[in-house]
């Protein structure tokens, strides 16, 4: 009897959300005119209600013209997958021989320091023994205690630069 109730509540529970996404699809296809004018103090405006005092001045924005045309989506869908596998598609990044990206050497012309600063081994260790540092000084909360910042050095996370650590 309880599973008979439970299945007719799961049922209605079914039918209402897909009511509601519908709904919300039927709205977010309408979309509002914009408006544009300068008020008095001389600022440009942007809305899709236009005050009375300013409804002769207001002119009506094409909002279509901001929209990419389905090309220009398909070229940033390859562009953004081709970033994430790291395949240095992207100016100024270059793959390793062990699949991470690396940032390009400086537009000045200066050479780097072999491994100084681009050493991802070594900022990763430089940061987790900041890490561990910063431990003990941790509160539940997520605050640090006083005299953290005096007894450790921050290190930022390497991970941008890095990417993700590679478990063993």
């Not at 940032?103 to 000045?108: F, G, K, V, W, Y």
């Not at 539940?140 to 921050?154: D, H, I, L, R």
């Not at 996370?157 to 990417?163: E, I, L, R, W």
């Amino acid at each position: 009897m309880a599973c008979v109730a439970m299945n007719q509540g799961f049922a209605m529970l079914r039918r209402s959300s897909f009511f509601l996404c519908c709904a919300f699809a039927a709205a977010a296809t309408q979309a509002a005119d914009i408006y544009q004018w300068v008020d008095d103090s001389g600022r440009m405006q942007a809305s899709d209600v236009v005050p009375d005092k300013y409804k002769a001045t207001a002119r009506r924005l094409d909002s279509q013209r901001f929209e990419l045309s389905a090309a220009q989506k398909a070229e940033a869908q390859t562009r953004r997958a081709s970033s994430r596998k790291g395949s240095g598609d992207l100016p100024g990044e270059s793959v390793s021989d062990n699949g991470q990206t690396a940032p390009a050497a400086s537009l000045s012309g200066s050479p780097r320091a072999a491994h100084a600063a681009t050493d991802c081994e070594t900022l990763r260790r430089r940061y987790d023994e900041s890490q561990a540092c910063f431990s003990p000084f941790k509160n539940v909360n997520g605050t640090m205690k006083p005299g953290a910042n005096e007894a450790c050095t921050e290190v930022p996370d390497p991970s941008p630069q890095c990417g993700l650590p590679r478990l063993p």
